[in-house]
């Protein structure tokens, strides 16, 4: 099971408004666990950066002012995305910013019945209680002190060990659902254990075979323990 767990940074709160993507950060998982496989971009919005946007992810102006924009990035990222599930915290905000974006450019959108939302799951697991990242690393045990101010692919990385706690961690499986190939052999759901092509020798001395058959001539009754 492919997932992508994903973080966007933008310059505001609605893109219908004229806000835009300026960050994108996301993490593949297999089967739970992380694989290494990243991906992240910044992104020029075609626009100036409010100073309230600003102060939340430290992206300016003259920063962003020689990324791609996403017309240029936009395929790159359907591509690695693929048709995996998204794990996001608050989906709705980041998925609504990334369909906006994608139809603006006539690419394909992606159905919000693809998102897994970790703010939905923790309120449930947890009400009444904080459920924003930071709560969450605080309450898990989580490391997030590089987390002076947000960053994508910092808080997709830090939302992985998140979701990985929300849903049980990954003590259940220990990655072994993970099925891989040896390079010179079979995977290992088909490994199977195989006859000796040739039986091990006796340990028994005959000194102890001797006082066996001896001890056993010994019963009343012989026949059972002389089968062979």
Known sequence: MRE???DTETTGFDPEAGDRIVEIGAVE?????ATGRTY?????PERAMPQEAFE??????????DKPKFAQ???????FVGDARLVIHNAAFDMKFLNAELKWLGLPLIPFDRAIDTLAIARQKFPGSPASLDALCRRFGID????TLHGALLDSEI???VYLELI???????ALSVETRRADGPTDAEWRPRPRPRKLAPRITDEERAAHEAFVAKLGSAALWQRG
């Open 4 to 6: 992508i767990v994903l």
């Open 29 to 33: 998982l297999f089967n739970h666990v």
């Open 40 to 44: 992240h971009q910044y992104i020029n």
């Open 56 to 65: 939340v992810h430290g992206l300016g102006d003259d920063f962003l002012a």
């Open 73 to 79: 990035i936009g395929r790159d990222f359907l591509q």
């Open 144 to 147: 997030n002190s590089a987390r």
């Open 159 to 161: 939302l992985a060990e």
């Open 168 to 174: 049980g961690g990954r003590q259940p499986d220990f």
